[in-house]
């Protein structure tokens, strides 16, 4: 990936008091203090069953703001499958991005987007659900494709990048 197009990335996102790159090379959980998992999926470059979770990508959050709010996402992150702890699989952090900063509404959505129309797996997209009556979502903030077996985000542009709609009803 240029370093063009990550240094693009890196402008569109908030300061954070926790760095991406301290992340990375962690083995978590544990998460940092003040942060926590919103949510993952497994990512793999196998066909086998018993490789299905080698990988993954997520997103820490901070907690809520206050009483009854929504977690704020901090970072996407990747990881390569360490071990568990108990009943928890454990992740090496291999790459992480600042989450971008201001988009109420948005979400990741990964396993299901295409990049120029063509399905791929390996992709993530920070992508916004407003229309139920179409089928794929273009409105995206921000998205990369997991480069394995190093877990690296590739930067993609985001006008190549549309989702499956969840919500989308069908005619």
Request: with cysteine; glycine share 12%; aromatic share 8%.
């Amino acid at each position: 990936m240029g370093a063009t197009v990550r240094a693009w990335a890196m402008s569109m996102l908030a300061p954070l008091s926790v760095a991406a790159a301290d992340l990375v090379g962690k083995v978590m959980p544990p998460y940092p203090a003040g942060l926590d998992e919103l949510g993952g999926s497994c990512v793999s470059d196998s066909a086998d069953p018993a490789h299905v979770c080698d990988y993954s990508i997520g997103v820490l959050a901070a907690p809520a703001p206050g009483t009854g709010g929504e977690p704020v996402p901090r970072f996407v992150v990747a990881g390569q499958f360490a071990g568990r702890d108990g009943d928890r699989a454990q992740w090496r952090i291999t790459d992480a991005l600042p989450y971008p900063a201001g988009r109420s509404g948005y979400y990741l959505q990964f396993g299901t987007c295409r990049v120029n129309g063509r399905d791929d797996p390996r992709v993530a997209a920070i992508v916004r659900q407003h229309d139920t009556s179409t089928e794929w979502l273009e409105d995206v903030a921000w998205a990369g494709r997991l480069r394995l077996p190093d877990g690296r985000f590739d930067v993609l542009e985001a006008r190549t990048v549309d989702c499956v709609n969840e919500a989308y009803y069908g005619l």
